[in-house]
């Protein structure tokens, strides 16, 4: 599940004090609350609502940070993951077990001739 991003809703920093998150949530909220412009649409506001009753709560806001973290942790991951299985596959085809037991046989044979 993606977390949705609250910071770039209320166009703030991750970094961002309560009151900056307070200002910024005053503003979009004049800016798209439908009783104030006839064009704002109802979901715009709805996700301001849920943005500020996360980042405005101290509590929850730290649970969230955390759970923001774990998702860019395991999106790392599988990038690396995905990276790493390209690779494999461009890469030439390694030798098997027989080919290699093989070879060693003929190069030791080829020794003892010598």
């Known amino acids: 599940m993606v977390l949705p991003d609250y910071y770039a809703i209320l166009e703030v920093t991750s970094t961002a ?12 909220a004049r800016l798209h609350h439908p009783d104030l412009n006839r064009d704002a649409e109802d979901r ?37 993951i995905l990276t790493q299985r390209e690779r494999l596959r461009q890469s030439p085809p390694r030798m098997t077990w027989k080919e290699g037991a093989q070879g060693f046989v003929r190069e030791l044979k080829k020794n003892m001739r010598d």
Not at 20 to 28: G, V
Not at 46 to 62: C, F, Q
């Open 17 to 28: 004090s309560l009151e900056d998150i307070k200002r910024a949530y005053r503003r979009l």
């Open 44 to 80: 715009h506001i709805k996700r301001i609502n849920e943005a500020y009753g996360v980042l405005g709560d101290p509590t929850r806001r730290m649970a969230y940070d955390i759970q923001r973290l774990e998702q860019m942790k395991r999106d790392v991951i599988l990038n690396f």
